[in-house]
């Protein structure tokens, strides 16, 4: 640990090399009882010492509804403003539940923490929402996908699904639709 005349001289030189521009307060401490001190309404310290127990993960977390928060959030990354901003409401009612349970069906409580999102939904007009995928083995388990739908005289409708690694993707389990408009829907995170 870096003794307390060896800070004093950081400190100074420092401030001497960038000419008072800026003062590592991180290297200050109170001499009574050795904490780091920041001048008053500066952020700068908050920076400077980390508590062990704020770096760990939280014992507590719910492996499953980090991953359904996760996959709420690369949905409204994949919508986009505009798409969003109509869907929202009934995107929360009716489909992120369906998209809940069937991660529940996929996902057994004894491995859950071995499992992510992928965190780049497909733009334009890909299908792809996110993927779950097994941080172990480096495999996708499935891969939630969300198609537009072009019915004649009944407008857009997006129809979201998954498919299963066990077979070999290529089911559409069905969580449910969603009605757009007569009109042509803007592109993906638009």
Known sequence: MMSLWMRK???????????????????????????????????QGNFAVNDTTE???NEDTDPFRT????????SFTK???????????????????????????IIQ?????YFS???????????????VYNEMTKEDIAKFHVRRDNRPHDGYWF???YHLKEDNFETHHTLGEIYWDKNTPPKWMA
């Open 9 to 43: 001289i950081a400190v100074a030189l420092i401030a001497i090399m960038t000419l008072g521009l800026y003062t590592p307060t991180y290297l200050i401490t109170d001499e009574d009882n050795n904490e780091v001190v920041s001048p008053e309404g500066s952020n």
């Open 55 to 57: 770096a760990t993960v």
């Open 67 to 74: 991953l359904t928060e996760k996959a709420k959030e690369q």
């Open 79 to 105: 919508f986009g403003p505009k798409i969003s901003e109509k869907v929202e409401d009934e995107f929360n009612q009716f489909i992120l539940p369906n998209i809940e349970h069937a991660l529940a069906s």
């Open 109 to 113: 409580d004894d491995n859950a923490s």
């Open 117 to 131: 999102i992928t965190e780049q939904p497909s733009s334009g007009y890909g299908e792809r929402i996110f993927n």
């Open 159 to 161: 129809n979201f699904h």
